[in-house]
């Protein structure tokens, strides 16, 4: 029977995949995200309700408009099927309490905030200033309200004195302000100090993609990668492997 569980949750979770496809298009460009109904970015047609079916309808189209037969976006069905996969490791883990619906929450706004930070290089605050908001009233619920809330000064503020001081050496903006927005919503959510394998991780996942990337073209790149998406990775792999950051954490005599 839990099988049947984890197929609902996952259906469940490329559905709202689907809706995070629809604020990650519309929220950079200004538009509605409630009306119109969906369309093809090319042509304009009306995408009908048996061509908006989570990655079934990807497949069945072949990847392609059905009108004008331009390709869809590869973002789509990838954006609805991890957030499937996350919806069914977070009820696996929390079943139908609170805490899964503030994680999933959490994994929602983190996915949005990477797909528009790594396209458009901006992190919107629509998103993160509620979600600095949902993860504290998690803390509070939890009974863990100055875990959160330190998280969120710690991830926030060093990100902000990473903004300051690089802003100074370089000449230029080496962090956002939607940087520091966003580490203090990771760090409102995954609390104090799990915060810092937070940031530790993005930073490292961010450097090893970065010189990977400045290999294979053999040339700097012009404008600055976007920190949003390692942020989000960072996030996500804290809460998944919260037990072992926890017995790590116990060995460096933290919690003793
Ligand atoms: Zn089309």
């Known amino acids: 029977?839990?099988?049947?569980?984890?197929?609902?949750?996952?259906?469940?979770?490329?559905?709202?995949?689907?809706?995070?496809?629809?604020?990650?298009?519309?929220?950079?460009?200004?538009?509605?995200?409630?009306?119109?109904?969906?369309?093809?970015?090319?042509?304009?047609?009306?995408i009908k309700w048996y061509e908006n079916i989570p990655i079934v309808s990807y497949i069945f189209l072949g990847g392609k408009c059905s009108?004008?037969?331009?390709s869809i976006a590869l973002r789509y069905p990838i954006v609805e099927a991890l957030t499937g996969l996350l919806f069914v490791y977070a009820f696996s883990r929390f079943h139908?309490?609170?805490?899964?619906?503030?994680?999933v929450f959490f994994f929602c706004a983190l996915i949005v905030i990477a797909f528009i930070d790594f396209s458009f290089q901006v992190i919107p605050d629509i998103i993160s200033m509620p979600g600095i908001a949902a993860g504290i009233l998690y803390q509070i619920i939890?009974?863990?309200?100055?875990?959160?809330?330190?998280?969120?000064?710690?991830?926030?503020?060093?990100?902000?004195?990473?903004?300051?001081?690089?802003?100074?050496?370089?000449?230029?903006e080496v962090m956002g302000l939607g940087d520091v927005y966003l580490t203090a919503m990771i760090g409102a959510f995954v609390g104090f100090p799990f915060i810092i394998p937070?940031?530790?991780?993005?930073?490292?996942?961010?450097?090893?993609?970065?010189?990977?990337?400045?290999?294979s073209t053999h040339q700097n790149r012009e404008s600055p990668i976007p920190?949003?998406?390692?942020?989000?990775?960072?996030?996500?792999?804290?809460?998944?492997?919260?037990p072992q950051i926890y017995q790590f954490f116990v060995l460096l005599g933290v919690y003793l």
């Open 1 to 46: 029977m839990q099988i049947i569980h984890f197929i609902f949750a996952f259906i469940f979770g490329s559905a709202i995949g689907s809706f995070l496809n629809v604020l990650i298009y519309r929220l950079p460009r200004q538009k509605s995200i409630v009306a119109p109904h969906s369309f093809c970015p090319n042509c304009k047609k009306p």
């Open 142 to 172: 939890k009974g863990d309200f100055l875990t959160g809330l330190i998280g969120m000064i710690f991830g926030g503020g060093l990100i902000l004195l990473i903004r300051v001081i690089g802003g100074r050496v370089y000449k230029k």
């Open 198 to 215: 937070a940031i530790f991780i993005a930073a490292l996942v961010g450097a090893l993609l970065g010189i990977l990337y400045i290999a």
């Open 67 to 70: 009108n004008c037969h331009k």
């Open 96 to 103: 139908l309490s609170f805490e899964f619906f503030f994680i």
């Open 227 to 242: 920190f949003g998406p390692f942020l989000a990775i960072g996030g996500i792999a804290v809460i998944i492997f919260e």
